[in-house]
Every structure is written in C-alpha cells, then in structure tokens.
C-alpha cells in the first residue's frame, strides 16, 4: 500500500478544525505534488475505500482528505459554516438539491456527466452515483417456518396477527435525527397512505428508534429484534457476513430507491480534481456493468424492468420537505404514530 | 449620343431592389414578431406554472385552532422541475412577517388579490416571481397569507434561444424565396417591355401599321400612344407628300402664266430698255420656277430617302427612256446624246429617285456644255455595281471645285449665266447614298468635259 493511511478518533482532532462534528477522518496521502482532495462524506469510509483507491491509481498525484459526517452535518458545515471542502457525497438527495438550488453548488460538465440519464442529475450540479433501494431486514430466527412478508401490506397483517413476538422489536429511522431516514420517511407518505397504517402499527408496538441503517442490520442479524423497516438495502448486501441470519426484503407493492449524489462545493479548493473524482464515481458505478462498487443494489437496467422500484426524483420537489413548516408538522404527524407511550 | 435622359437605371434592377429590400424588412418584422410572440408565451407559460404552485400553497393553507397552518404540496414545486432544472425559490408570510421559505426574497406587489408577477434579481439570479395573497380568518380576525415562488428563467431562455434559431432560419429562408421570386419578377416584367421594344424595332421604317404586341395591361396605354404617335407620323408623311404635289403645281402654275404674259409682252414692246426689263423678268420667273421645282424636287427625295422602299429598277431601260425625254432639251442646243456602252443592269431601288438623280446629272451637262456637241452615255457592270457615266464635252469642274459642289444650293463659278438653284447634285449625292450608291464628279482624260459617275450595287 502506497498511502500512509490513518484513521483518527475524531473527537480528538475535529474541535479545534471545524464547528461542525466529524465521525472519522482519514488522509489518503500521495507522494505527487498534486492538490489534496477534500471530501465530505456521509458515507462510510468502508465503503468507500475501493473506489477511492482505484481513483488514487489512476490520479497518483492527488492526496484525499476524506472526512464522514452525518447528513446534516454536512449540509451545515457547506452553507453555515462556508466549510473548504471540494466534493460532498451525501444520501440525502434533497440536502444536496437544497445546496444546489441555494447556490452553494459549482457546475460541472463532462463527458461522465452528460453519460448520465436525465433524471440522475439536477442543474449540473448534484450527481446521482448509486440507486439504494429503501428495504426491510428480517431475522432468519424470527421468520422460520412462516411467509415472508413481500408488500407493507402483508407486514401490517403479519405485525397485526403476532403482536407478542414482535412488541419492541421493531426497528426504524428516527426521521428527527437521520436526514436519509427522514428523506425515505417523506417519500413513503407521499407515494402511499399505506405508511402511515404501518407506521402505526410500528408505533403501536413500542418500535426501537435507530440512527443508522448498520446499527439496524446489526441488531436484526444478532436476533435482538426481529425486523427493520427502510433499511439501506445496499448496506444489508455489504454485509456478507451476516447473510446467514437475516431476509433482504424490497417490498412489492413499491421500493422507494435512493441515489448517493456527488456535489461541487461553490467553495472547492481543488475544482479540477473535484471533477475528475465526480467523473470517476459515475464511470465507476454507472458504465461498468460488474464493478467492484458496492453500492449497486440497483442497476439502472433493473430499474428500467421493475415497476415497484420507485426512484426518488432529483428536483424542486425535494425542497418541500425541507420547509421548515412542512418538516415540524411532518415530525409531529410522525410522532404521534410512532412515538406513542404504551397503553 | 444619347437621347434617353440619365438616371432612371433599369427598370428590372430597380423593381428587383425594391422587392429584395421589402422581402428583406418582411424577413426582419417576421424574425420579431415570432421571436416576440415566443417570449411573450414562454413568459406567460412560466408565469402561469408559477402562479399554479403559488394557489396550490394557498388551497393547503388552513387555520387550525386559532393557528395558520400551512402544508405545502409536494407538486407545488415539483411542477416547477423542468429539463433545464431551474432553480426554485419561495417565501410565505403571514401579514407581511416571514413565515418559512428565503426571508429575502423579492415579493411582486400589486393591488387585489389577483397574482402579481415581477421580474428580481435574487443571490445573483434573476428571477420571475409570482406573489398572491389569501384572506383568512383567524379568531374573527383577518389574516393574510402572501405566498412568492420564484425560478431562474434558464428554461425559458433556452426554449427562446431555440426558437429564435428557428425564427431566424425562418426569416432566412423568407428573404431567400422572396429573393428568387423577387429576381424573376423583374426578370418577366422586363421581359415583356423588350418583347414590346423587340417588336417595335423588329418592323422597317415603312412599317407603319400600328403595333400588336400582346403586353401587360400596365403598358396597354403606352402601347396606345405609340400607335397614335405612329398614325400621326404615317398621316403626316401622306400630308407631307400630298402637300409637295400640290405646292409644285401650285406654283409652277401662276409661274408659267405670268411666264407667257412677259413674253408676249415682249413681242409686242419695241423700247430697248423695256425689254431689256421684260427679258430680266423673264429670267426671274425662270430662276424662280426653277429654284421652286427644284426646292420640291429635293423635298420629295428627302421624305422618299427617309421611307425608302425598294423594288428591282431595270436601269438600263431606265437611263434609255431618260435620255429619249431630255433630246428636246437637248436639240434645241444643236446637241447629241449618244448611248454608247449600254449594258443590261437591275438594281435594287426607288425608281422615281434613280430617275431624278439622273435627270439632274444629265441636265447639267446639257446645261453647262456648248452648244454643238455631244454627251455620251454609258452603262457598264463592274464588281456587282453598276456604272451610269454622263461625259460633256463642256469646260469641266474647276480643280478643287467638285468635291464642293454637292452641297445644298451650292453651284460653280461657271454658273454665272446660267439658271438653277445649286440642288441637282445634292439630290443627285442624296439618292446615289440611300441606294448604298456612289457619284463620282471627275473631268474626262482626254479631251474636255466633265464626267459624273453614279454607281449603284446591282440587284
Ligand atoms: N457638266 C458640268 N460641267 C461643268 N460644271 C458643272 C457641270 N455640272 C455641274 N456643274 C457645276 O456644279 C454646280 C452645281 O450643279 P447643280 O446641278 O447642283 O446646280 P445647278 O445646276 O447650278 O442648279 P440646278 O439645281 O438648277 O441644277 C453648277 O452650278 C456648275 O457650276
Ligand atoms: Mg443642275
């Protein structure tokens, strides 16, 4: 390995660097003269190492600097906080359109970019490089002998008919603190009235609130609740290791599917190498059909087959949910069916 | 020389400029009407989707126990997404203070509840806003909610660049066509004033019937003219000939009258100097009556030179029948013509004046010779002309004289005592001309006299 590679415990280093929190950090360090590459992630550096080591092989001059954070975190550090960062990857599409439509996104046009099918882009500005479908995680444990539930439908019936096995556990988004689990809440209630019967019924049930897809898979796999609902698909597929014990369900009736989009920051130090980066994230996910990317739960061409994948459009549309209006009322709607106190 | 007045230019130049420069300003008035007519509907379309997502926040504005509550559709700004991805801005406010959205925002104001639309400039953008205002109420109190959208106008630029690419291939196209059928206007408007010039010009000067041309009905009335200027010219050349006729007679007449009164007159009057006034009375009356034949004679040439019209004359027998009607003349002098060398030779021409013209020459040499002596004629073919020569036996042309002496009433200084009015060679050189003819006044080589040469191109 070429890079001197640290990871830090951020806690130490991120106070005195930046107001906004940092979960981890790592410098992927090139001997070449080239621009340092300053990344804002929400995505694990797990995740992303193979991509970026087969960028750093091609461009060997350029460091990268990549720092993960949560979504809003990342919204913050751009627009509040005028933070230099040269790329900002995040799951929240509607953050990232947010920072677009607000200008405090660059243009970017390439050969890449316009490879790109229309709806995978916004503006020239927010890249889509991922289609992550919204999916349920079961317990093998739980679920033996029984019909798996395939439609939000037949989980309401199924939750319904065995309260005692699933009562507390349960796991979902707390849409208050995640922005992906917010932004997969707001596009559930729209397409169907469906979501907030389950919600409901999740609510009903004492459901365990999560911050994080991992933390959910980890804890369906360990058998400590039984299911989760709108988990990360592509997270669920990563984890090889736990496949043994968990069900990856895309449920039928439809399957809200999500993109990880890449942003220029109005404010990139290192533009050229920005677009460069933003380039090879599209080739490497969209144009080769078996890439080593991990984040493909969903081929474009099987979203072109499938009617119940149902991708998040990139566009205005997304900014309504971020009105500060229309997110209290949505939390409050949302509270009051998930967060109730038992009877 | 130039009888036209300059600066009028061609008429298929001047018509095809002015159909290429109002083709041109139809081309440019096209281009802004339709690049025009584009914005306005690419305006008033944005206008119209604004104004949409503004009502569709105003239809889910509610007043919940005694609160303004405000859910805004999701298709409110997800029916502002267009191709080009214009960028979305909005503001909602209860009685002027900001509820949600970019505190900044320029509002549209405006009188009524209508929507009120404005054109802002907002983070360095321009955008088209729309603003309208609900009345609600709150408690038994009013309350107005104003709700703004705005977009960047990035797909309306675009769709209008694209259209005026069109309007401009448009009105290049227009001009274009315009341009050929412009070029063939005046070329077929052109075409039918040469065909009349052509036909015009085509016909001889004898040609006087009136023209028929079939011509547009433009140039009818200068068609019209020109036959009436041609049946005047034709009246004129009848009047004119008539005219001559009857002035000859008319003065030959009295003249020969008052002639035959002086001379009897004469006879009968015994006093020297009385007669010597009747004798140079005499000679008066002659010099006129010559002076006013002559002076016809040449008019008659002239008008018959001027509408030649040519027949085959046999100048043989033409020149023979001349000299048997000029013996008296001649007799009376002792003189003799003699026809020598008379070959046979058809010319093309106007026999009156072939006849005039030798009449004149031989005339002369009656005229000019002594008496006794004799005048020899000949007519000879030589290089497809004819040779009609008239030698006297007289003193001849003065050197340097005879080139002279075709001139209008010019005559030699061995005219003295003789009558006439110095116009037979001038007819003589006249027709000799009209016929592509040739006289040639020259002395004979041996022995005295003058020999007048007139040649004409044979038939
Ligand atoms: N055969 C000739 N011999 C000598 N001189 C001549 C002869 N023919 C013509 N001329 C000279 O040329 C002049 C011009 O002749 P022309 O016939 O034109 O006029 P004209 O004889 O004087 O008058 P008229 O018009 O009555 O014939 C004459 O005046 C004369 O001087
Ligand atoms: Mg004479």
């Not at chain 1, 932004?183 to 009903?204: H, K």
């Not at chain 1, 959910?216 to 669920?236: F, K, P």
């Not at chain 2, 305006?43 to 503004?54: C, G, I, K, N």
Request: net charge negative; hydrophobic share 45%; proline share 4%.
């Amino acid at each position: 390995m070429r890079y001197a590679f640290f990871s830090l415990a951020l806690s130490l280093l991120a106070g005195p660097l930046a107001a906004f929190e940092l979960e981890e950090r790592v410098l992927f360090d090139s001997p070449g003269e080239g621009p340092t590459l300053r990344i804002l992630s929400t995505t694990d550096i797990g995740l992303m190492r193979p991509v970026i080591e087969a960028f750093l092989e091609e461009n060997p001059e350029i460091s990268i600097d990549y720092h993960a954070a949560s979504s809003t975190e990342v919204m913050l550090a751009l627009t509040e906080e005028a933070a230099e960062f040269d790329v900002a990857i995040s799951s929240a599409m509607d953050l990232q359109v947010r920072l677009a439509n607000d200008g405090y996104a660059q243009d970017h046009r390439s050969d890449a970019t316009r490879g790109l099918p229309e709806w995978a882009r916004w503006h020239d500005q927010v890249f889509g490089f991922t289609l992550e479908p919204a999916t349920i995680v079961l317990s093998r444990d739980d679920f033996e002998g029984m019909d798996l539930p395939q439609t939000r439908q037949d989980l309401i019936a199924l939750l319904r008919d065995n309260p005692e096995q699933f009562e507390g556990r349960i796991g979902t988004y707390d849409v208050r603190t995640s922005g992906l689990g917010y932004l997969f809440a707001t596009q559930d209630a729209r397409t169907s009235e469906t979501y907030w019967r389950l919600s409901e019924v999740m609510g009903g049930m004492q459901a365990r609130l999560y911050c994080c897809s991992d933390d959910m898979i980890g804890d369906v796999a360990s058998g400590e609740i039984a299911m989760a609902y709108n988990v990360l698909g592509s997270y669920a597929d990563a984890r090889t290791d736990l496949h043994e014990d968990i069900h990856i369900i895309r449920p039928e009736d439809f399957t809200t599917v999500m993109m990880r989009t890449a942003v220029i920051p109005e404010t990139a130090q290192a533009p050229d190498a920005a677009g460069l980066f933003v380039d090879h994230l599209i080739e490497s996910s969209w144009a080769q059909e078996n890439s080593s990317f991990s984040f493909l739960g969903v081929t474009p061409q099987g979203l072109a087959q499938s009617a119940s994948l149902r991708p998040i459009q990139l566009g205005p549309g997304l900014l309504v949910y971020l009105d500060r209006l229309k997110r209290r009322q949505f939390l409050e709607e949302w509270s009051a069916a998930l967060v109730q106190q038992p009877e | 020389m130039s009888i036209f007045r300059a600066g009028t230019g061609s008429i298929r130049r001047r018509l095809t400029l002015q159909l290429l420069a109002s083709a041109a300003l139809l081309a440019v008035v096209l281009f802004v009407i339709v690049f025009n007519f584009a914005r306005q509907i690419g305006a008033e379309s944005q206008d119209r989707v604004l104004a949409a997502s503004a009502a569709s926040i105003l239809e889910a504005t509610a007043v919940q126990s005694g609160e303004i509550v405000i859910d805004i559709p999701y298709f409110a700004f997800s029916m502002l997404d267009n191709a080009n991805d214009d960028r979305v801005f909005y503001q909602i406010a209860q009685d002027g203070e900001v509820l949600t959205g970019y505190d900044d925002l320029q509002t549209a104001r405006g009188p009524g509840s209508a929507p009120n639309f404005a054109t802002v400039a907002f983070r360095g953008e321009v955008l088209r806003v729309v603003t309208q205002t609900r009345r609600l109420s709150s408690d038994g109190r009013p309350v107005n909610v104003t709700v703004t959208v705005g977009q960047t106008r990035d797909a309306q630029a675009e769709v209008l660049n694209r259209i005026s690419r069109m309007a401009v291939a448009l009105g290049i196209g227009f001009f274009v066509v315009s341009a050929l059928l412009a070029i063939l206007a005046g070329r077929v408007t052109a075409e039918s004033l040469s065909r009349l010039a052509a036909s015009v010009s085509r016909r001889g000067p004898e040609d006087l019937r009136p023209v028929v041309a079939d011509v547009p009905a433009e140039m009818r009335p200068l068609v019209r003219s020109l036959n009436a200027m041609i049946a005047r010219l034709s009246g004129a050349f009848n009047r004119t000939e008539d005219f001559i006729a009857e002035a000859a007679h008319r003065v030959r007449t009295p003249l020969a009258t008052v002639r035959a009164h002086a001379e009897n007159t004469l006879r009968r009057v015994d006093r020297e100097e009385n007669r010597d006034s009747l004798r140079e009375m005499i000679r008066a009356i002659d010099e006129s009556s010559r002076a006013a034949g002559q002076l016809l004679d040449h008019a008659m040439v002239s008008l018959r030179v001027d509408q030649l019209e040519l027949h085959p004359v046999d100048l043989h027998s033409l020149t023979r029948e001349l000299a048997d009607k000029l013996a008296p003349v001649a007799e009376m002098r002792d003189m003799d013509i003699r026809l020598n060398r008379m070959a046979g030779a058809e010319v093309m021409g106007d026999a009156i004046l072939i006849q005039n013209a030798l009449r004149n020459v031989l005339e002369n040499a009656i005229k000019y010779s002594p008496a006794d002596t004799a005048i020899d004629i000949d007519l000879q073919v030589r290089d497809h002309r004819a040779y009609v020569s008239i030698r006297d036996q007289g003193p001849g042309f003065r050197p340097g004289e005879a080139s002279t002496l075709t001139g209008r009433f010019t005559r030699g200084e061995n005219a003295a005592g003789t009558i006439g009015s110095g116009l037979g060679l001038t007819i003589a050189d006249e027709v000799a001309r009209a016929h592509n003819g040739q006289i040639e006044m020259t002395n004979n080589t041996e022995g005295p006299g003058a020999c007048v040469t007139l040649s004409f191109p044979l038939r």
